[in-house]
Nanobody
Framework: QLQLVESGGGLVQPGGSLRLSCAAS????????IGWFRQAPGKEREGVSC????????YYAESVKGRFAISRDNAKNTVYLQMTSLKPEDTAVYYC??????????????????????WGQGTQVTVSS
């Protein structure tokens, strides 16, 4: 069974940091492009950061550039989202998603949620004083 499990969310004060993890089971992430998305109450799901299958190409939403960093550790079958200088507007449920990518398109990342076939259950991030 293919499964993604997010962890690392929680309550943090403005200016604080969190590191989210996305662990895969039932498949290996090294053949997949990965995306982190978030959804706040009453809002659409939005792409936060994405990483290609290979060569480490990344995407960041303008709202998180310079504050968030995506990385992958294929040996641990895990992708991370390091979040710093958190703001109240970062409050949302954060999801990771995986899309299988053939090798020749492995440098691509994907920012549309509809591009992804596999999703985790989400982890809540709340930024509040």
């Amino acid at each position: 069974q293919l499964q993604l499990v997010e962890s690392g969310g929680g309550l943090v004060q403005p200016g604080g940091s969190l590191r989210l993890s996305c662990a895969a089971s039932g498949f290996t992430l090294d053949s997949y492009a990965i995306g982190w998305f978030r959804q706040a109450p009453g809002k659409e799901r939005e792409g936060v950061s994405c990483i290609s299958r290979r060569d480490g190409n990344t995407y960041y939403a303008e709202s998180v550039k310079g504050r968030f960093a995506i990385s992958r550790d294929n040996a641990k079958n895990t992708v991370y989202l390091q979040m710093t200088s958190l703001k109240p507007e970062d409050t949302a449920v954060y999801y990771c998603a995986a899309r299988w990518a053939v090798y020749y398109s492995g440098r691509n990342y994907y920012t549309d949620p509809s591009d992804y076939a596999y999703w985790g259950q989400g982890t809540q991030v709340t930024v509040s004083s």
